[in-house]
């Protein structure tokens, strides 16, 4: 993990305003924004953790979500054959919810 995600997602779950490059962490009440290139990617609330790749299927955009993997939530993206898959499952990168294991 590139040490800029690293340091997104400690920021992410430990609900810090962070800014830097291209990403942004911002909180707003009771809910956790994860931008890229002020595209919201993440967004937790609730304790529900919630990601898209906002129509940018790129290595950046999946390297940020796959650093929200913290162990209470399972997020793993991979490409293969072209196509996106989220936890193993077929994925098209629109707002999907993940829920603590």
Aim: charged share 30%.
């Amino acid at each position: 993990m590139r040490k800029i995600t690293e340091e997104a997602v400690n920021n992410f779950y430990n609900k810090r305003n962070w800014k830097k490059k291209n990403t942004e962490i911002a909180v707003l009440d009771n809910v956790v924004l994860m931008e890229l290139h002020r595209n919201k990617i993440a967004q937790l609330e609730d304790d529900v953790l919630s990601i898209t790749n906002a129509g940018w299927d790129t290595k950046t955009t999946r390297e940020r979500l796959n650093g929200l993997d913290n162990g209470e939530f399972k997020v793993r993206i991979n490409k293969y054959n072209g196509l996106c898959y989220l936890n193993n499952e077929p994925w098209d990168g629109k707002w999907k919810q993940i829920f603590p294991e």
